[in-house]
C-alpha cells in the first residue's frame, strides 16, 4: 500500500533556514521605535551588569539592597528584568555603587545632518 503524502508532511533536509541580520539592538530588531529601542537597551546592559555583579559575589538580595541603597523588593524587580521599572539614573547610580565606572559612547556616523 503506498503511503499518501498530505499537507502536514513536507521534507525539511532541502530547507535553508532564514536568518535575519541583528541591528545589534534586540529591541530595534523588535519593532521599538529608535528613541525607546537604545533606551530599553542601554538599561538592559546596566542591568545585567548588576545581576552579573550579584550573582558573583553571592550577595543576598537583601545584602544587594543594603550596598545598592535600595529595598529588597527592588533588587528582586531587577533579578527578575524588570526593566520598565528603572531608569537609566537609577541603575547608573546602582553601579557606581559597586565601585565602577560606567561609560557612555555615542556613535555619530549615522547621526542626521540638518541643513539650513
Not at 523588535?30 to 525607546?36: A, C, I, P, S, Y
Not at 542591568?47 to 528582586?76: C, H, W, Y
Not at 537609577?90 to 565601585?99: A, D, H, S
Amino acid at each position: 500500500m503506498d503511503k499518501q503524502r498530505t499537507d502536514f508532511e513536507f521534507d525539511s533536509t532541502n530547507i535553508e533556514p532564514e536568518y535575519t541580520k541583528s541591528s545589534g539592538n534586540v529591541f530595534k530588531d523588535l519593532g521599538f521605535e529608535d528613541d525607546k529601542a537604545e533606551n530599553l537597551k542601554i538599561r538592559a546592559d546596566l542591568m545585567i551588569s548588576l545581576r552579573r555583579f550579584i550573582k558573583e559575589n553571592g550577595l543576598t538580595q537583601e545584602e544587594a539592597a543594603d550596598l545598592f541603597g535600595v529595598s529588597q523588593p527592588r533588587i528582586s524587580d531587577l533579578v527578575n528584568c524588570k526593566i520598565e521599572k528603572f531608569s537609566i539614573d537609577t541603575l547608573v547610580n546602582m553601579i557606581t555603587k559597586t565601585g565602577a565606572e560606567v561609560d557612555l559612547k555615542v556613535d555619530t556616523s549615522r547621526q542626521k545632518r540638518l541643513t539650513a
